[in-house]
């Protein structure tokens, strides 16, 4: 709910910046370790943009991917979670580096 | 960029289609295309009473810059320019923002008031009933008068603020209703009114949740993770990103751990698996067992806090 909020506040700052009156689409980026729950998101997201342009937006969510520095073999490496071992030497010690990213990329407006 | 066609720059937008021309192209000398369009809006091309023939994707960006007679996009198909009477005007804006960025801005706002005051803020962070609120208390007592300050976030309740009162230190309690996390606003509205003198230390309580409050940013040093020996070895694992985010993980409750068959060495590997980086201390607030590691780590932060300046 408050990252819908979130969006409604940038919808409504990027209206007065832009001077638009409608939101038609919306696409945001969302890292695989973000732990959106897209469902949940979408739910929220019609139920707070009433009354604001996006009311009635399509709401498009694109995947991130998972980036992690292992500390054993010292590469940055992709992997799906944040518990999944290093794809090239195995090892179970990573940090995060990307991927918990929620950004909204662009909006198609009218 | 052009925000019509997505033509330059980072940005990306499906035009649609393009308008096939009715014409072949030979007998279309300047633009098929520009034929094309102005015949759909019915209008003379500006290129056949013009010198030169018009590049046929011609833009002199400033405004997108084409005349309202040869605007070569291609229309019809989707979101259209402007000069075609009656159509609405979609455009792609290129936001690129996060969508905490008003969260990360107040955020940063507190972290500079903070700065200015040397005031170490610290963000505790943990799963309701590990104990936050009686290490806190324990804490204050034993850094004696040095100057501190508390804010308390709960859903419900000023339970917590009361306790914390009751060993005559200052707190201010936030509710948060049905939040599940306090955010750097509700924070920065705590700060002007606790008007904290030079040198401070801030406890920041955070909403007893292992998931939310991981992702805001109150302006803080750092995250504080606590966590008791009776919630179970496999919690870093299930909730990472509040370990990941946490430069401190304090094991509370150790006089605990040979009732509940908890296993220390798992709690520092789980850890350790989520966040290498991470700092772990084994602390008994009840018993004061490991406290004395937690204020040294404090008067170590303060320090470091009162260098940077």
């Not at chain 1, 980036?67 to 010690?93: K, Y």
């Not at chain 2, 007679?69 to 009477?85: E, F, N, T």
């Amino acid at each position: 709910m408050s990252l819908a909020e979130g969006i409604r506040e940038i919808v409504l700052d990027q209206a007065r910046q832009h001077g638009f009156a409608r939101v038609t689409c919306l696409r945001l980026e969302i890292g695989r370790f973000a732990g959106v729950e897209k469902p949940a998101l979408e739910f929220a997201f019609d139920v707070v943009m009433r009354g604001s342009p996006a009311e009635g937006a399509r709401l498009e969510m694109l995947d991130l991917p998972g980036r992690a520095l292992c500390f054993d073999c010292e590469t940055t490496v992709e992997i799906d979670s944040r518990l999944s071992p290093c794809p090239r030497c195995g090892g179970g010690r990573l940090l995060p580096e990307g991927g918990d990213e929620m950004r909204i990329k662009d909006m198609e407006v009218a | 960029m052009c925000t019509v066609c997505g033509c330059h720059g980072t940005v990306t937008f499906d035009p649609g289609p393009e308008v096939k021309s009715p014409l072949p192209p030979a007998a279309a000398p300047v633009s098929s295309l520009a034929a094309a369009v102005s015949a759909v809006a019915g209008m003379t091309p500006r290129s056949r009473a013009a010198p030169k023939p018009a590049p046929a994707h011609h833009h002199d960006h400033g405004g997108c810059g084409c005349g309202p007679g040869h605007h070569l996009h291609p229309y019809g198909q989707r979101a259209a320019g402007g000069s075609v009477p009656g159509m609405s005007q979609e455009r792609l804006i290129a936001v690129e923002t996060s969508i905490l960025s008003k969260n990360d801005a107040l955020a940063a706002e507190n972290r500079r008031a903070l700065a200015a005051r040397q005031v170490l803020a610290l963000n505790l962070v943990s799963s309701p009933g590990s104990g936050k609120t009686t290490l806190l208390c324990e804490t204050i007592r034993a850094m004696g008068a040095r100057p501190l300050a508390v804010i308390e976030g709960d859903q419900q309740t000023s339970a917590d603020a009361d306790r914390i009162r009751a060993t005559g230190a200052r707190a201010i309690q936030i509710n948060t209703g049905k939040g599940c996390h306090l955010d750097a606003a509700m924070v920065g509205h705590a700060l002007t009114a606790l008007n904290l003198p030079q040198g401070a230390c801030l406890f920041i309580e955070n909403v007893g949740n292992l998931v939310c409050p991981a992702g805001f940013d109150l302006g803080e040093d750092a995250k504080v993770a606590i966590l008791s020996v009776t919630e179970g070895e496999d919690k870093p694992l299930k909730y990472p990103a509040m370990f990941t985010a946490a430069r401190l993980a304090i094991l509370n409750k150790i006089d605990l751990a040979p009732y509940c068959g908890a296993d220390l060495a798992a709690y520092r590997a789980n850890l350790r698996r989520v966040n290498p980086h991470i700092e772990i201390l084994e602390v008994s607030a009840r018993t004061g067992e490991g406290m004395q590691g937690w204020l040294n780590w404090l008067a170590a932060r303060q320090s470091e806090k009162a260098e940077a300046l």
